[in-house]
């Protein structure tokens, strides 16, 4: 769940709340809501500054043993008593801060237990600040590697990817099976469209709808339309969203591929396990700066991430590759190179990935972004709009798409655009305003000319027949007023009925004489069910995209990749952990002198203090050989003739339980968090 999630659940009250907590205290200064705040690097890195030591260590240890992934209350107070040496009470205080303060939330399931998470588009930015990355770009010295290894392959940036997949889509038909899914056909269509590898993706084992019609990668495909709101399901169909389309289209390539880089982590973070770490330390380097791998490593295992990691590769488990994963969504480049003992791995995000510095270029001169050949080979160039990209997906076929783009317009592909509803003028008009205004070259405006007056003369037609015995009873029906208004045309002048077992060599006949019929057979329908729809695109409209168009419609569930936790369905908890935290003893329970002072006590006396600090969960602290000693019980065990307590003291090296008999400490203190000086 992201902060606008959290944002459409909570009152206004709430987020007031939060926004009071004093770790934003700078942010609310500068006036900024919580829900700002919250996804700001510079307020997230002062708010960390404000954390007491209790909620910090919390957050840090909860960060480095789950990551984004949603975690059960009990299981985290737990593990993170286990990997820190807080003592209970100080793990349920500085969750309770962090609750408090807006950083962490928690769900209730039906059966009553809480799922504490941090928001997925704050995890990056906590990750960065927490555990900042030490990996240096490059130096001159360390790039005979990048000199001697291999690139791999090129791949197209995501949104050209998905560009050409949406394309294909509405160039071969969306309606939908009885079963609710698309044509075997289209999707095998859907899939040769797109480059990235399916496998990186399989790594986050995630579970999607229709699994016997989709697979992952077409589910993938599918789920960004309908998250960015560009498709939806009706009576039997996928249909566009033209005007959410047209915006999509017309955005800054950048801005688009850094709004696709969002959504893939809000699907994928929740998933990814520890490996989290990696794509948030990731998306905090410099673009066009080369990495190492080994070095991302490093950093890990100093940053005490690695070692889960590592567990599971030594079970067989594929922990999810977020270096292949954004290199096969055309972010990354890639370089593999010869080490001693193996194969190294440099990486550097593309200048034009998401994240490249956002053009903010303004400039309304005409723009001259493809070249249209008198063959009819059109060059587009690295910044054509993808609006223009769009319709030259339907009139022309992509013969490659690398710094710039090959297209091809044949008799073919003019005779497909004719039939989703355009005309010799409408191509001429467009293919003149994207090439800057330059007349087409008259050899394919001559071409144009001839192909588009061939196509589409001729059509097949699925319709009933009204037959009459003879012709008084046809001149009855034709002349009644009720019946000649449904009457669609009389036969004998245009309109040929042929055996439909002909249609196939007909069609093949016509073609032969350079007159491609319509496609298909149609029907009433037919011009409903198949729809490409014109974005148009001019300068002005580009820019305020740009800069106006936001992506709340990706904040709408889709309904083909599911989520690996669906925490929007469960009921959001109100400071669950501070109602925990106050159900505690009251802390004036004990004797005063039990928590302020250091005090020699009977061993008795010392049992008591120590089973009280067990009942609250409460670090105690201990005078051992004249050096003050910070010690959290853990359980008290009955020896011959006495009693001796095991737990952690909190300054050894080594997290090792020791045992300490009443008599190895001269002097003892109860210590509550929070209420009396810590330790």
Known sequence: MNVQQLVNKLSDKRMEQLLNASVWRSAKLRGMAWSEAAVDSRSIHEAAELLSPYASCFIKAMLRLFAAMPVDGERLLREVRMDTTLSGAECLMGLTELE????????????????????????????????????????????????????????????RQLLSAFAMLAKNGMELTVKGALHKKTVAKLLQAVDFDEQWLSRFELKWTLREHYPLKAAFILEAGFAFGLLYAEEGTLKWNEAVLGNWLNLKEEKRERQLL?????????????????????????AGQWYSVQHMEQWLINSQIRAPIAAD????????????????????????????????????????????????????????????????????????????????????????????????????????????????????????QAAGGDPLPAAFAALLEV?????????????????????????????????APLLMQQLGQTDFIVAKSQINEIRSCLQKAGYPPRKGVQTADSAAERRFP????????????????????????????????????????????KETYQAFPQWDSVPAMWTKQLRTYHPSTRRELIEQALEWQTPVQLRIESELRSFVPEKLEQQEGGWAVVGLLRDERERQPVRLTPDMWEEMRLVIPGQTEPI
């Open 534 to 577: 014109f974005v148009a695109w001019d300068e002005r409209k580009d820019v305020r995209s740009a800069i106006l168009s936001e992506w709340e419609s990706c904040q709408q569930t889709a309904p083909f990749i599911y989520e690996a936790f669906p925490l929007h369905h469960f009921e959001l908890n109100d400071r669950a952990s």
């Open 262 to 286: 969002e959504w893939c982590l809000k699907l994928l973070l929740p998933a990814a396990d520890v490996s989290a770490h990696i794509a948030a330390a990731l998306i905090g380097m410099q």
């Open 100 to 159: 408090e303060a807006g950083i962490l939330f928690s769900v209730r399931k039906v059966w009553g237990e809480s799922l504490y998470f941090i928001p997925t588009d704050s995890f990056a930015i906590w990750q960065q600040t927490l555990f900042a990355c030490s990996a240096e770009p490059l130096s001159p010295s360390d790039r005979q590697g990048l000199l001697d290894g291999k690139l791999r392959k090129v791949y197209r940036p995501l949104g």
């Open 451 to 483: 192909w588009t007056s061939r196509a589409c003369r001729t059509e097949f037609a699925e319709v009933v027949l009204l037959r009459c015995d003879n012709e008084q009873m046809a001149a009855f029906v034709k002349n009644d007023l009720s019946i």
């Open 313 to 432: 590769l030594n079970s067989g488990a594929k922990m999810p590759d977020w270096y292949s994963l954004f290199h096969s969504f055309g972010w990354l480049e890639l370089v593999d190179y010869e080490i001693s003992g193996g194969t190294g791995t440099l990486f550097r995000w593309k200048p034009s990935s998401p994240l490249g510095a956002l053009s903010h270029n303004t400039m309304l001169e005409v723009r001259r972004f493809i070249i249209v050949q008198p063959n009819g080979e059109v060059i587009a160039q690295p910044d054509s709009p993808f609006s223009i990209r769009w319709e030259l997906e339907l009139m022309a076929e992509q013969v490659s798409d690398e710094q710039v783009s090959i297209y091809r317009i044949d008799a073919a592909t003019l005779a497909r655009s004719l039939e989703f509803g355009r005309t010799r003028a409408a191509i001429q008009s467009f293919l003149e």
